[in-house]
Structure formats: structure tokens, C-alpha cells
């Protein structure tokens, strides 16, 4: 199956990468496949729409690495010329993949849409490549494996080239990989990247494998301990084996989960375990924790609903705030978040209400309450905790409130019991 | 000022861009920035923290393009190699910027906390070296311009790299560029990008300056009309000339609105305009739609509030849905989706509700109703106006959960009268 990959670039092809008008998930989704698989990756590369300048840097890669990774460039326009740069690098002729062309043919009949000429341009491929059906769209992904050099094409919309990747080009990578490497998240909360950054130097730069580093992403602070190994359950073992040093020190008090995935997933684990039932109450945050919560499949059975309150109106229609806190407080207090986070448990019949009000901004702040000023709340059967967050004024609408959803989140767990 | 840039590149640096562990936002924020200002990019490079490959990249980039755009790396710690690097490759020393060292000391005296000496390597700088300060952080944006090449290095983090960016660096660049490029978006809804192209081919294979060209975004598709030239009066002349045919052409009845970055923006400037209040119930989208509505700053005028009522219970207890069509119709149907907008319209006292009712997966599919069946809803005083989505149930989640968003909005403005 070909000897294993000992270093790996991507290259996505797009002028709309070029222009900004699309974010690159792709090489962030391949970067981390490729992590996964133990394949050492060195270099990302984006290029238009643009033979030439496509050739070069294909042929620049091959220079430094064993195998390229290319997404985009596989579609029936003249602008895709993804296909056709890769066969002219290694002097392949292209061919019409019966296959594929039968593949794309029963697409449209399936479709009722007229099938137009280009469409089975995407049926032509280099001479000898491998062709991975792609279930969620037309153009195959292809991989060329020649003079040591192998090139792996994959359609460049993230709905096919996901799937493709997991279902289709997992499977024919692992073969050649030597070795893989094993990940784990530890997820901490209430300390900050610094603190912990402090406190686990030691642990951190004696650690070679695994490895274990601190990241930040909205507000949350994780610990990702990784390990080369011959399989899974070897790395298993060396990871955990690092986990179980970190709970047991300095900074173990605040974890509060692993692999977990998000402060949300962590709650709705700790509440499912409890058979627990949780609403939410929004005002800064404005469907955003409802938003979070649903992102995860199945999470129905423990989430009943929300009520995103941004006027006062709603604040007493919906969550029975009461009109003399609102005018003696205002919104954005503790006791209305009190209110918010209560009325919502009493109206949704739920355990567990989380709530915040704030001034997300960019308007809207006073000296007594700036933007960035948050209170978050969790209201249970024992009453409502409340927290002032204040963030600083300088930072931007959407990170205050993904930072407002974070915390309520943590501070529930941190109420309920994360770990 | 320098001579006019023909020709840049983007480098980031970042071993966490190759871990897959962060998106490269800095590459699509910066391609935009550079696409505003008329300057042609050509590539963008993602290295690790890697002074030799990170060298590498910066001589090929400069054997290529006049200017190198370089973001992260600039930060305390011995990881951090982006200015040595430079630096070492304009043969240039590096020397403390006392305005710098300064700048960090008093930061640090603000925020209490410990500065340890590692936080003054930030001051350093390539000797000649232009230096922006940094409002959101301590280490500064630089520039070194020399024997006709000009480096730019930015902080990594985006809360830091997009002010700078906007505050500092367009106005040093704008003396530099050869005339402006000016671009304006068309948003269209009811029409699916394929038919969008066939339409418009003639027009956009014709248009050279302004040019033309459809991108489709989580189910919107929209038009980006980009002219190059001298100063923006005349670029936004030669745009509106050309989207003025569009409008004139058989796309037109589509168009819903220029430059109005999203449905949901679009939808609010309407009801805005006419002295509207909004509201919505989410089941399936389970608060997105909220949350997209309050991604917009001042969206509070409008947008009263919503419910997310992902139970039976909660449809009924906030949204008055009847139990008997529960029964009957079950929660995804298109009385279930009416009552619920009704329900919204009347319980947040809004003018318009928009609801949404479905299967996102990946589980709760059956044979009649499949993942992907979603219906939407905008009640008026008029009435209900109900829609059903049969969206692949190959589609993830995600996907299913924000295309049922958008076209709820577009509903709503397709029922308003958007244009």
C-alpha cells in the first residue's frame, strides 16, 4: 500500500480564498485529519483559480514533501483546473472513469435537472489515479501515487470534502501511516491561560510523549495532551496516564471535564447523568446559549427551551420579571438576571435556568455600566447564583457575548459538579 | 511613500494553524483588506513556529511578490520568531523602540499584573522599522520597506491584528496603492445559484470592469459586483450602472436588497423602516435565528424577543400551541409551525413572527418525515403564511439547522417586500 508519509503540505485552490470571501476551513479540517493520522504537516499553500501559479506551487511542495493534499479546483467549470495541473506535474494523460460518468449521469435523472456536457468533465481523470466516490456531490476525490509522490485531490465545498475525507480517504491513509497519534482534551474552568500555563510549566516542557499544551477559545481554556504510539490503546494509556497527574495537581480543582468537547456538552452530560432538565433565559446573549446547547444532537432530552427577552416587555411577558426591579435596577443588573434566570425555571419547568443581561455593545453603555458589563445567572431548586462579568469595553459584540454564554455555562457546571 | 504595490502575499505563522487547532481568519480578513485596497494577492502561506521554514517561505514569497503580509509570531515568548526572522533576511539589526518598551510598561502598570522580562523582547524591533502601536495588546504591528520590498508583521490574535489592521495599516498602505478597488453586494432569495448563472452568464462573461460573479453562503446566494478604479465615486458609479441591468434583467424580482450583508440585516432595515417589531419561536433552529437577529448591533428596536420551545411542553406553555394539534399534526407539521408563529406574534406583542419547526438529525427521522423536513412559518396581522423545506438528509445538522434560518428570513422579507 505505498510506504508511509513522512511529511505532508495542503494546498487549497480558490480565487474566492483569495478574495476573502471564504474562510479556509478546509485546511484547518484537513490539518487536523492529518494530526490525527500521525502525518507530519508542514505547509499550507492557497492559489486562484490559476494553472500557473498552481503548477508552481505544486511542483514546490513536491520538493520539500512526500505527499500533497489539494482541495478545490474539481468542478465542471473552465476554472477547474485542479485535475488537469496535477496530471501535466506527473505526465498523466487524463481518461473518462466509466464509473464516475455513470455516477454523475444517474445523479441527474435522480435530480430531474438537465445534465449539461461539462458535468462529465468531472468524469475525466488522471491515468491510473484511485477514485473515491463522493456521496454528496458530483466530482470524485482522486489520489495519484507515483515516483514516491502522492497527490490526493478532494472537491473543495466542506460538505463533500468532510465526509469524503472521513468515509473514503481515512480508510486509504491509515494503510501507509506509521504509527498515530492519540489525542485528549482536558477542560478546565474558571482560571485563566496564563494561570494555568504557570502552573503546569514543568509538567509541560518535561513532557515529550505526550505532549501536553494549554488552548484559549472563546473564554474556555483547554489542555490538549497528545501522544505518538504503534495504536490506540497504547496512546490511550500514555495520555491517560499524563491526565491523571494533571487531576491530581495544581490546577486539578478546576477541571471539569475530558473530552467533553465544549463547556455545553460538559453541562448536558453532568444533567443527563442527574436527570436534570435545564431552560435558558437570554438577553446580551440572544439565542446564543440557546443556539450552543442545540448545536448538540440529542440534547432534547435534557433542554426544554429558552426565551430570548430583549425588550422589558418580554422580560415580564415571558419570564414574569418584575416591573419594580426593572425600573428601580434596571436590565442590566443582578436582580433582574435573578428574575430572568428564575422566571425562566418557573416557565419552562425545568431544574436548571441559566440567564445573562449585559451591554454587549457596540452602543448602549454608560460610566455606571460600560459595554462589556454582564451578569450571568444560574437559578436551581436552592435559588439563584449570580455573577458580574466585566469584560473590557474594547472588545468586539461577538465575543462578549460568546464569552457571556461560556461562563453561565461554566458556572453551572461549576454549581452542579463538572467533573 | 513608497512605490505602489503590484503584487503581495500572505504568510502566517502558527503551529496551532497546522495543528488544525485554530481557523486562519487572519488570511480571509487580510485578502479582504488587501482586495479593498486594490492590491493584488497571489498566495497565502500557513508555517509553523519554525524559523527555518518560516525563512524559506519569506524568500520564495519575496522572489515573487513586492509585498509580504505576515500575521503571529510577534509575541513574548521563545516561540515567537517572525521579527528575528524578517529581520535576518533584510540583514537588518534588531534594536529596542523605547516608545514601545515604554508602551508595554505603563500596559502592564494598568492591569496590576507581573511583567516579566520576556515581555520587552516585544520593543525590539528591525532597525528602520515603521512601528504601529498596538491598542489591544503589547506587541506592535511593524513595517520594514527596503531595496523595493516591504514586509508588514502583525500580532496573531484577531482581536489585536483587525483594529491594528483598519487603524494603522490602511491609511500607511492607501499612499502607497494604485488606485481602489470598490465592490457591492446584490442579495438575492428565492433562486438557487445555478439558475442565478444561467441567467446572468451573458452579463458576466461581458463584464470586465465592473465584473460580476454569484457566491452562495449558508443558502444565500448574492452578487458581488467589483469594479477597479480611480477613487470610489467612480467605483461605485461603474457598480451601480451594472447592478441597475441586474435589477433591470430577469433576476431581478430576486433581488432583495444591496449591501445588506445578510437576510437578517436586510429584514431588519425593512421592518425598521416601517415602524415594525419582530419575534420568533424556534424549535429545530433552537435559537439561531435569535441569535443571528442579535448578532446585529441596534437590532433592539426591532427585535423584541423569542422563544426556543424544544419541547412539546414549552410550545405550549409559552406559545399557546394547541395540544390537540400537537396530537394530532405532531410538533413538525405546518399547523404545529402557524400555531407557534402565532403564538410568538401574540405572547411578544410583535408585529411579524417568524417560526420554525423540524428535523435536524442526525436521530428523529422517520420514513414521513425525514431528516430535513423543516417547516417554516411568518405569522402577519394577516394571517400565517407556512412553508415546507425538504432538505437532504444527508446534510449535517449544522447545515440543515441554518439553511431552515435563512429561509425563514427570506420568507419573512419576500412577504414583507424586501427591495
Redesign the interface.
Known sequence: MGKPIGSAEII?VGT??????????N?????????DLGIP????????DNPG?LSS?LA?AFSRSDAVFLSGGLGPTCDDLTKETVAAFFGLPLRTDEHTAERIRSHFAGTH?LMTDNNLKQAMVPEGATVFDN??GTAPALAVDKDGKLAVMLPGPP?ELEPIWRDRIVPFLSARSDGIIVSHNVYLAGIGESAVEDRLRGLMVASENPTIAP?V?AGEVRL?VSARAADRETGDRLCFELIDRVKAGEVGPYVYGIDVGSAENALLSVLRERGMTL??A?SC???????????V????DV?????????N??KI??LGVSPATLERFGAVSEQTAAEMARGART???TDVALATTGIA???GGTPEKPVGTVYIAVSRSSGETVEKLSLSP??????I?RIAATRVLELALRLIGGK
Open positions: 487549497c474566492e480564498l483569495l478574495l476573502g470571501d471564504i474562510v479556509n476551513t485546511a484547518t479540517f484537513l490539518s487536523r485529519g492529518l494530526a504537516l508542514y505547509r499550507h499553500t492557497a492559489v486562484g501559479r506551487a514546490e435537472r456521496d454528496y460538505s488552548y477559545q490538549r431552560s435558558c437570554e446573549t440572544g439565542g446564543l446559549i440557546a443556539k450552543l446547547i442545540t448545536d444532537p440529542g440534547c432534547s433542554f426544554a427551551g429558552g426565551c430570548v427577552t430583549y425588550s416587555a418580554a411577558s415571558l416557565a419552562l419547568g455593545g457596540p452602543g474594547k472588545r468586539d459584540r461577538a465575543f457575548r
